[in-house]
T-cell receptor, first 113, second 111 residues
Framework: DAGVIQSPRHEVTEMGQEVTLRCKPISGHDYLFWYRQTMMRGLELLIYFNNNVPIDDSGMPEDRFSAKMPNASFSTLKIQPSEPRDSAVYFC???????????FGSGTRLTVV | KQEVTQIPAALSVPEGENLVLNCSFTDSAIYNLQWFRQDPGKGLTSLLLIQSSQREQTSGRLNASLDKSSGRSTLYIAASQPGDSATYLCAVNSGNTPLVFGKGTRLSVIA
């Protein structure tokens, strides 16, 4: 298995533009997590899914953020409109269980100018 | 709300030294505690998992201990090497819930 695959690796966009981050989890993993990492706040959970259903989105900072998981092999995190304070590294992770056995992707470094 | 704190934020040691990284958490009702390693520009790799009923776990030169009642864990690295340079993150969870992470300790091992 190629692991958790995230795309793009780097994204630079202008304030106000729509940004879509993509994640392909490991086949057979029932859980998918989106985390955001910044120097100030560390790794924060944004949202997680179990069997493609969103379970907890309380970490999504604003209505500008949305996430979908249309099937077991694909998830997206969308920011519309983007703002400079959204600049961070966004990680996707998947697992068989909700509390351990996570496999992380390499992350998407987002820069909003 | 669970909060995880890691001290120190950064650490620089000469090669060969033994070192200890600290992690504390506010809610002692955890299910398990994990230590991860993160290399620059990369994702996180799991190092050790300690279940709430356990006191420690060992893997090679790494030893992690857990004192659940006091809300503390330590990661001991023996005979440090330049290849150990990375950021080490501690994470906890309660039940089958997502991990809550500390901000990490950035370790530099100088040859």
């Amino acid at each position: 298995d190629a692991g958790v695959i995230q795309s793009p690796r780097h994204e630079v966009t202008e304030m106000g533009q729509e940004v879509t981050l993509r994640c392909k989890p490991i086949s057979g993993h029932d859980y998918l997590f989106w985390y955001r990492q910044t120097m100030m706040r560390g790794l924060e959970l944004l949202i997680y899914f179990n069997n493609n259903v969103p379970i907890d989105d309380s970490g999504m900072p604003e209505d500008r953020f949305s996430a979908k998981m249309p099937n077991a092999s694909f998830s997206t995190l969308k920011i519309q409109p983007s703002e400079p304070r959204d600049s961070a590294v966004y990680f996707c992770a998947s697992s068989l269980e909700g509390g351990y056995g996570y496999t992380f992707g390499s992350g998407t470094r987002l820069t909003v100018v | 709300k669970q909060e995880v704190t890691q001290i120190p934020a950064a650490l620089s040691v000469p090669e060969g030294e033994n070192l200890v990284l600290n992690c504390s958490f506010t809610d002692s009702a955890i299910y398990n505690l994990q230590w991860f390693r993160q290399d620059p520009g990369k994702g996180l790799t799991s190092l050790l998992l300690i279940q709430s009923s356990q006191r420690e776990q060992t893997s090679g030169r790494l030893n992690a201990s857990l004192d659940k009642s006091s809300g503390r864990s330590t990661l001991y690295i023996a005979a440090s090497q330049p290849g150990d340079s990375a950021t080490y993150l501690c994470a906890v969870n309660s039940g089958n819930t997502p991990l809550v992470f500390g901000k990490g300790t950035r370790l530099s091992v100088i040859a």
